[in-house]
């Protein structure tokens, strides 16, 4: 087993008056083709990824990363992100890197272990967990009002603060006006895709970019909160199966029934979530009418 991998030097030496020095760096994850890394320092931390050079589809994750930057840049300027968040920037000589804020936060599936069992049945878990929902489509709903969809709604890319907060990361996939993609968008985790991203997916040729809608995001968000809350995806399938035949079964709209799964019972927020799974995408609730809802 080899030394871990360093993050782009480039990069490291550009971020440092972000952190202070001396910044540690701390590999996160290396997998499908690209890394990442917490950057700390005595001034703050930042989030940096970087295409992995020697993987086998380096270029499109080059690309991929130029696209998130982008459309950082394009979200913060609409008024969907603060203009805190992105960071910086930049190519190196392995391809790109991208720099933003480090959120301090557990992903959704840990932080709702504690209400997937019969012991987070309690009357203080209820306004936890309707506060996460909330403050999570209160950020999809600035989102979609202009005109985006963030298009990889899934449990990894939802952080959960100490103070019960949802925070979105990682726009790289999202889709919106105007859009000029460097990578097509073919849908995300298979276990959130909306049942119409699907359908487009199974019909159409693996180069077509399929534009997400925000009525897409609102399924994965229920399809999310499903699964980290009941412990199963809200569409039954073996974990062996292939991805289209995945596909296939969630493109048929139908769910597991939530009752049947749900840990204890919580009637608002089943509605809620059932509301959002709804298998026509007109007859899903938008993110701001959910911010009233939960």
């Known amino acids: 087993m080899g030394p871990k991998p ?27 083709g690209s890394r990442a890394w ?53 190519a190196w000589e392995g391809g790109r890197w991208l720099a933003v804020t480090w959120i301090d936060g557990a992903p ?15 009357a203080a878990v209820r306004p936890w967990l309707t506060g996460i929902a909330r403050t999570w489509t209160e950020h999809l709903a600035r989102l979609h009002a202009t005109g985006w969809a963030h298009a990889d709604v899934q449990p990894t890319n939802t952080l959960v603060t100490h103070d019960g907060h949802a ?7 999202a889709c ?19 049942p119409e991203i699907a359908t487009a997916i199974l ?3 693996a180069d077509t970019h399929i534009p997400a809608q925000p009525t897409a995001d609102i399924w994965s968000l229920g399809a999310s909160l499903f699964w980290c809350w ?10 062996t199966t292939d991805r289209l035949e995945k596909l296939a079964a969630i493109a048929k709209t139908t769910t597991t029934a939530l009752r049947d799964v749900r840990p204890w019972p919580f009637p608002e927020f089943e509605d809620a979530i059932t509301a959002c799974l709804a298998p026509n995408p007109a007859n899903r609730p938008t993110a701001k009418e959910l911010t009233t809802t939960w």
């Open 6 to 32: 360093a993050p782009p030097s480039q990069a490291v030496a550009l971020l440092t008056g972000h952190t202070g020095e001396p910044a540690r760096a701390q590999l996160l994850s290396d997998r499908r």
């Open 230 to 239: 009941t412990g199963h995806r809200p569409v039954p399938y073996d974990d």
């Open 176 to 194: 919106g006006p105007g859009n000029e993609r460097r990578v097509p968008y073919r849908g995300a985790l298979t276990h959130t895709t909306a």
């Open 108 to 122: 959704l599936w840990r932080a709702l272990a504690l209400a997937r069992g019969p012991e987070g049945d309690r």
């Open 38 to 90: 917490k950057i700390q320092g005595p001034k703050g931390a930042v989030a940096l990824k970087a295409n992995n050079p020697d993987g086998d589809d380096a270029r499109d994750k080059a690309a991929e990363m130029a696209q998130e930057d982008d459309h950082l840049l394009r979200l913060t300027a609409a008024g969907a992100l603060s203009p805190d968040y992105r960071v910086s920037a930049g």
């Open 203 to 205: 019909s159409t040729p």
């Open 167 to 173: 925070a979105v990361i990682d726009y790289a996939l």
